[in-house]
């Protein structure tokens, strides 16, 4: 399942007794500061939640599966998305126990 921004939106709404145009400025908000910031090259940070940063990637020369052809991929800056430990061990202890997967001795997730 999918959970889109309207949804989300309409979650904050009911939970917060907001109207949902308020809470859509808000959301929105929120995602265009987090993108400007990637843009200046700044890196956000919510605690508990993860960071977000542009990571640069430089250019390499990789082969077309399709056409069996070497290219180069030109020098670029990708946004990234980095959970915090809180929430992907939290992520993961759920979704272990919805599809019944034993404990995690792995304490490098």
Known sequence: MTVT??????????AT??????????????L????????????????GFGSFFAKER???KVKNPQIG??????HRFV???KPAKFFRE?????????YNIG???DENL
């Open 103 to 105: 404990e995690s001795t």
């Open 90 to 98: 939290s992520v993961n202890n759920s979704l272990r126990k919805k």
């Open 69 to 74: 052809r070497e290219i180069e991929v030109d």
């Open 32 to 47: 265009y500061h987090i993108v400007e910031a990637l843009q200046n090259g700044d890196r956000v940070e919510i605690r």
């Open 58 to 60: 430089l250019p390499r």
């Open 79 to 81: 946004p990234v998305f």
């Open 17 to 30: 007794g907001l109207t949902k145009v308020d809470v859509e400025v808000i959301v929105n908000g929120l």
């Open 5 to 14: 921004k309207s949804e989300l939106v309409n979650l904050l709404s009911d």
